[in-house]
């Protein structure tokens, strides 16, 4: 855990100190890994970028998303999508995946989420997955490209605990992530976060209304647990699964 102390000290002095005493007391050390923009709301954000974009976060994720799939430049799409996602302070890939209820585009939906699976496993960064009604065919897709590298998916894509029970038996290296659905008490979000382990978990806001504290304070109080601990195991996940000591420091 050397180079990840040499990461946090290279950040802020704050989040150095927030790890230096990480086993006896966190200072608020929040990880978003799914921010929509930078809104300095926690201590590390991997902002999700456009691909119009010209500027960059500091830490950011790219994806081509199946709802804005642009037939008539997909070349240019996807060539754009690989410059920045060979970027070094891209974290991940996505959010990329399908969406059946957009049918007239189905099958080159389907092409492109493979070209990021690709992308994700030949640059070696994690997919956040976006997916509506079409799992089984996110499945077969993730196996026949052999993937290797970790699956994210949001809390508030899955409709039960069954569904990510079946989603955790299929994908190795499974993460879930929780929202604002579960600050909101959804019974779902609750049930999963109380039975899945916290090894799996991260958290994300894309919402300006709430902090992402509020959500952190939420899950450690259905986890029966304290902030600290959260925060701790968060960041230990966040490590493992962002490949963090590959970052440039």
């Known amino acids: 855990m050397d180079k990840l102390q040499a990461y946090l000290s290279s950040t802020t002095k704050h989040i150095a100190f927030a790890y230096k005493d990480i086993n006896t007391h966190i200072c608020s050390m929040l990880i978003n890994i799914l921010a929509k923009e930078h809104t300095h709301d926690a201590s590390i954000e991997v902002v999700n970028l456009p691909l119009s974009t010209v500027q960059r976060a500091q830490y950011y994720s790219i994806g081509i998303h199946p709802w804005y799939i642009d037939k008539a430049n997909y070349s240019k799409t996807v060539e754009k999508f690989y410059i920045i996602a060979s970027e070094s302070k891209c974290l991940a ?17 389907k092409e492109i989420f493979k070209e990021q ?4 496993n030949l640059f070696k960064k994690p997919l ?33 605990f069954e569904l990510v029970s079946k989603l955790q038996k299929a994908i190795k290296d499974f993460y879930i992530y929780f929202d604002k659905s579960l600050y909101l ?24 209304d709430i902090s992402i504290k509020d959500i952190y304070t939420t899950a ?30």
């Open 117 to 120: 699976v690709k992308a994700a």
């Open 93 to 109: 890939i996505g959010e990329c995946g399908l969406d059946k209820s957009f049918e007239s585009n189905y099958n080159l939906q």
């Open 185 to 208: 008490n959804n019974s779902e979000a609750i049930k999963t976060l109380k039975n899945i382990s916290a090894k799996n978990i991260f958290i994300a806001n894309t919402d300006t």
């Open 128 to 160: 956040i997955l976006y997916c509506h009604k079409a799992w089984n065919d996110v499945l077969k897709i993730l196996d026949l490209q052999k993937n290797k590298v970790p699956i994210i998916v949001p809390m508030y894509q899955v409709e039960n």
């Open 220 to 249: 450690a109080k259905f986890l029966n647990i304290n902030e600290a601990t959260l925060q701790q195991q968060i960041l230990e996940n966040f490590y493992k699964v962002f490949n963090l000591e590959n970052l440039p420091l």
